[in-house]
């Protein structure tokens, strides 16, 4: 029933995407505003590592106790995993009312599937009490249907870099306004470490807008303590935590941004929007967050029954060269094994960005058309690809299971595999792994 709903209203716009905020300020205007009725909010916007902050954000908010209600996308398996209520995630019969509601309230009018379910979300949210609420943008920030928050708590920006060049700019300056869009005047806004091009742009939106900048490197710092753990400085809190539960050395740094960000919600205002937080439940947190899809290994279903004993399987949805050179940098520390890679990816991405840095990191990789994608890069421009960037053996698979049949009949040592290049390359392996 959800899927039916859903299917109709995506229908009513002809694009499926177009930023504006226009049409959503018109649906929310109908439903009564729910986005003025929000618990504080704390809006995250970047390139990469967005979800894996959300992901150490709620883990650290629900280890200490509170209600959090969370936004997110794509969903990887079903539609639900975007709207969380509470810690958990919607149930179909409250997603469905949602959907039925604003199909009704909407009355036909043009509106995207982003639009329908940031409502569906805001609906949600302002009727189920809660501590906090995380948003995630969807693309961009300052047009995306998030950014009806008049007065969030608290802004983030992770890395930002090349990546949905169509809808935000050629240049890295573009992509950069574009994303700092979300900063409100005189909100506080954590912000990663960034190239020279984009922190100018953001320190001087920051100016125009009189927001405190939080910066990586200048007012908080982690690093990787010499027993393996992490070691926080911020403005006014030392901590010593466990490593993140997250895979590869980036994680580190999406858990500082997290760090950042509840430090200020706990201590940087007057009054705190959150009560303080005890350092085990910041290590609890750092122990138990999930992100699916970001360096997961795989440990059971079809896929994992192909393999011989010794050999392991991983799953990344990475898909621009940001994300492939944070993975090639964690590779790095997979010397045990050889590295092997089934590669899918979306023809309108910089699949030679992500080759430049990944290709010769694969001793072995097959390539495959996602399934069900109409957009799909074909398996064997994406195998020209990885050739053209000296992977010495890439060559075109008929399906994953196909890819992975022949990677294992290379053998005999053990290897690591690596299903990586798009999340919904990943969502498709996940369906019949969770």
């Given at each position: 029933?959800?899927?039916?709903?859903?299917?109709?209203?995506?229908?009513?716009?002809?694009?499926?995407i177009?930023?504006?905020?226009?049409r959503?300020?018109?649906?929310?205007?109908?439903?009564?505003?729910?986005?003025n009725?929000?618990?504080?909010?704390?809006?995250?916007?970047?390139?990469?590592?967005?979800?894996?902050?959300v992901?150490?954000?709620?883990?650290f908010?629900?280890?200490?106790?509170l209600?959090?209600?969370?936004?997110?996308?794509?969903?990887?398996?079903?539609f639900?995993?975007?709207?969380?209520?509470?810690?958990?995630?919607?149930?179909?019969?409250?997603?469905?009312?949602?959907?039925?509601?604003?199909?009704?309230?909407?009355?036909?009018?043009?509106?995207?599937?982003?639009?329908?379910?940031?409502?569906?979300?805001?609906?949600a949210?302002?009727?189920?009490?809660?501590?906090?609420?995380?948003?995630?943008?969807?693309?961009?920030?300052?047009?995306?249907?998030?950014?009806?928050v008049?007065?969030?708590?608290?802004?983030?920006?992770?890395?930002i870099?090349?990546?949905?060049?169509?809808?935000?700019?050629?240049?890295?300056?573009?992509i950069?306004?574009?994303?700092?869009?979300?900063?409100?005047?005189?909100?506080?806004?954590?912000?990663?470490?960034?190239?020279?091009?984009?922190?100018?742009?953001?320190?001087?939106?920051?100016?125009?807008?009189?927001?405190?900048?939080?910066?990586?490197?200048?007012?908080?710092f982690v690093?990787?303590?010499?027993?393996?753990?992490?070691?926080?400085?911020?403005?006014?809190?030392e901590?010593?935590?466990?490593?993140p539960?997250?895979?590869?050395?980036?994680?580190?740094?999406?858990?500082?941004?997290?760090?950042?960000?509840?430090?200020?919600?706990?201590?940087?205002?007057?009054?705190?929007?959150?009560?303080?937080?005890a350092?085990?439940?910041?290590?609890?947190?750092?122990?138990?967050?999930?992100?699916?899809?970001?360096?997961?290994r795989?440990?059971?279903?079809?896929?994992?029954d192909?393999?011989?004993?010794?050999?392991?399987?991983y799953?990344?949805?990475?898909?621009?060269?940001?994300?492939?050179?944070?993975?090639?940098?964690?590779?790095?520390?997979?010397?045990?094994?050889?590295?092997?890679?089934?590669?899918?990816?979306?023809?309108?991405?910089?699949?030679?960005?992500?080759?430049?840095?990944?290709?010769?990191?694969?001793?072995?990789?097959?390539t495959?058309?996602?399934?069900?994608?109409?957009?799909?890069?074909?398996?064997?421009?994406?195998?020209?690809?990885?050739?053209?960037?000296?992977?010495?053996?890439?060559?075109?698979?008929?399906?994953?299971e196909?890819?992975?049949?022949?990677?294992?009949?290379?053998?005999?040592?053990?290897?690591?595999?690596?299903?990586?290049?798009?999340?919904?390359?990943?969502?498709?392996?996940?369906?019949?792994?969770?």
């Amino acid at each position: 029933m959800v899927d039916a709903v859903l299917q109709r209203l995506s229908q009513l716009h002809p694009k499926v995407i177009d930023l504006s905020l226009d049409r959503v300020l018109t649906l929310l205007d109908k439903l009564g505003h729910p986005q003025n009725r929000l618990p504080p909010v704390v809006h995250v916007a970047g390139t990469n590592g967005k979800g894996s902050t959300v992901a150490f954000l709620r883990a650290f908010a629900e280890a200490a106790g509170l209600r959090t209600h969370v936004y997110t996308s794509p969903h990887l398996v079903r539609f639900a995993e975007r709207i969380r209520v509470g810690g958990q995630i919607i149930n179909d019969d409250a997603l469905l009312a949602l959907l039925e509601e604003i199909e009704a309230v909407n009355a036909g009018d043009p509106i995207t599937f982003f639009e329908i379910t940031t409502a569906a979300a805001f609906l949600a949210f302002s009727r189920n009490p809660a501590d906090l609420v995380i948003l995630e943008t969807g693309l961009g920030g300052r047009l995306d249907a998030t950014n009806v928050v008049e007065r969030p708590a608290l802004t983030m920006l992770t890395p930002i870099a090349m990546d949905h060049e169509s809808f935000l700019g050629g240049r890295i300056e573009a992509i950069a306004a574009e994303k700092a869009g979300i900063m409100k005047r005189g909100i506080a806004c954590v912000v990663a470490d960034q190239s020279r091009k984009v922190t100018k742009v953001l320190e001087a939106r920051s100016l125009e807008m009189g927001v405190p900048l939080i910066k990586e490197g200048k007012d908080f710092f982690v690093r990787a303590t010499t027993d393996g753990g992490v070691l926080y400085k911020g403005v006014g809190l030392e901590l010593t935590l466990p490593a993140p539960s997250l895979a590869g050395a980036f994680q580190m740094r999406n858990a500082g941004m997290a760090l950042a960000a509840m430090e200020r919600l706990t201590r940087g205002e007057k009054p705190p929007v959150l009560p303080e937080i005890a350092p085990a439940a910041f290590a609890l947190g750092m122990k138990s967050a999930q992100w699916p899809a970001r360096l997961q290994r795989l440990t059971q279903g079809p896929l994992v029954d192909l393999l011989p004993d010794g050999w392991e399987l991983y799953l990344d949805g990475g898909h621009n060269p940001h994300a492939a050179e944070a993975i090639a940098r964690h590779a790095r520390s997979w010397r045990d094994k050889p590295l092997m890679g089934i590669f899918g990816i979306l023809a309108n991405k910089d699949v030679d960005g992500y080759m430049e840095h990944m290709a010769t990191r694969f001793h072995t990789l097959r390539t495959v058309a996602i399934p069900g994608e109409s957009a799909t890069l074909s398996a064997e421009d994406a195998a020209a690809s990885a050739a053209q960037h000296f992977c010495m053996d890439a060559k075109p698979a008929h399906s994953v299971e196909d890819a992975l049949r022949q990677l294992v009949a290379l053998g005999p040592q053990p290897a690591r595999v690596l299903i990586c290049g798009s999340l919904y390359l990943a969502g498709f392996v996940l369906a019949d792994h969770h």
